[in-house]
């Protein structure tokens, strides 16, 4: 299945009225300000589509990974979706070279899960310079191996279902 992901914006969830909420930051990050959120957790904002269709879902990726705090993104999710109630939010719970494992909610129509699967692989290309192909993408009880083109704003990804049970790398 190919999916044409395009980056809208990245940065982190602040509460309102926090210091800069609502501008970008010199090195281009968002400070998107939705209430509830009590710490800033770090997102990353797409727009998804399979290739050819004219409809395009909207999703965040927070971080969740245990390098940061995963708790403010836990934590900052009921706000982001109730801000958000259109949007579908994958939680990156873990990743590493090649591999990503997320958990994903409002995920209501089919082929949801190939664009979500499509913007998680995106992170890890675009925010950690992931040159893998294919990165291996675990989304709830589905795996998906993901490769990836950079062309212009936004990224062509052909996304397979695996059907064997893939492991992350140590």
Excluded: N
């Excluded at 999916?3 to 400070?31: S, W, Y």
């Excluded at 939010?89 to 873990?94: Q, Y």
């Amino acid at each position: 299945m190919s999916v044409q992901v395009k980056p809208i914006e990245d940065g982190f969830l602040v509460p309102p009225g926090h210091p800069g909420a609502g501008e970008i930051t010199p090195g281009r990050f968002v400070m998107l300000p939705v209430p509830g959120v009590e710490h800033g957790a770090q997102f990353f904002r797409y727009t998804a589509a399979l290739q050819g269709d004219s409809h395009a879902i909207e999703l965040f990726v927070l971080i969740a990974t245990p390098g940061g705090d995963p708790s403010a993104a836990h934590r900052a999710l009921p706000h982001l979706e109730r801000a958000f109630p259109a949007a579908a939010v994958a939680l990156l719970l873990d990743a590493r070279t090649g591999w990503a494992r997320a958990r994903v909610s409002a995920l209501r129509d089919p082929g949801r899960s190939e664009l979500a699967a499509g913007c998680v692989a995106a992170v890890l290309a675009g925010a950690s310079w992931d040159e893998s192909d294919p990165i291996l993408v675990e989304l709830d009880e589905e795996r998906f191996a993901v490769s990836l083109v950079h062309e212009s704003e936004l990224w062509r990804a052909v996304v397979r279902a695996q059907t064997a049970p893939s492991s992350s790398p140590s």
